[in-house]
């Protein structure tokens, strides 16, 4: 995110304004988790990158009205699509014996999973730039709210804060 | 700012959501300043405590298209209007001896002195909460790139991150 709460440059998607502790960061964070959700703008997005580590991923959801147009793109246990709203596929998660989920985008994943109180932690990383102008966290009026679990200095220009949802405990484990 | 970014609570004007702590921050910071300059709007959403510690405060400058509406609470001195840009408000506060000065909002003031290069550091204050919608840090598509400069926990739900401007030096001192 830029200081001031942007997702992307401007209208340009994809996070390729982040700076190199950021991506590393990401890198390493992911295997740690078993599955993820995405929405299908994030996932073509990263479509690319996505697909040629396909075979060694953690399950990857994504989410779509139209699966069938990405038939040539899945592989059952690594990239997945579904029709389905994020409630029902953590419910499928849970039940193929998950635990730990990575939502990754964009605004309506998280403005959904948050209303439907399917987030345990939000992970944000600050860059020090300012925007103005681009995709924001959460689309139309939210009242979430979060308690502070740490900060992290991840480069000399890179801060990473980690909040909780208040008072909430985890949803697959 | 909420963690996604915005200054208000959706469209209520002022900063009624932050915190304890983050007031705290402001009104101890607030008097290591011998100056401010902020919009007309901002002061309107703080008037009444304004005009209140009016005559034991820093010189504070109004900007207004319309200073002639606010002779009645000006106080040469402590509270004065101009209808001028940001840069000449600036020349006159460094003509008359002033050597650190507050920008106290809003968005187009932000704006305005990042685009003229009259902002040395920005002092952001994140709150556990996400809005969705509310005022923005700046107006319009910008590009501005600042460096870290550190960052405190005000409290256990607010943190304060402090960036200066990449490559500048004080505009007063």
Known sequence: MSLDGCLTHHDRPGTGFGSPADHAFFRAALPTFDCSIAGRLTYQAGR??????????????????????????????HLEFRNADTSSVVAELRQRGRSRCALLGGARLYTEACAQDLLDELWVTIEPVAFGEGTR?????????????????????????????????????
Chains 1, 2 share one sequence.
Not at 50 to 71: D, N
Not at 155 to 172: F, H, M, P
């Open 48 to 77: 690319e990158s996505i697909l040629r580590a396909r075979e060694s991923s953690r399950l990857q959801m994504v989410l779509t009205s139209t699966p069938e147009r990405f038939e040539a793109d899945s592989m059952a246990e």
């Open 137 to 173: 966290m959460f689309e139309g009026r939210t009242d979430f709210r979060f308690e502070v679990m740490g900060a992290e200095r991840l480069s000399s220009e890179t801060w990473l804060l980690k909040y909780r949802r208040a008072g909430r405990r985890g949803v697959l484990a």
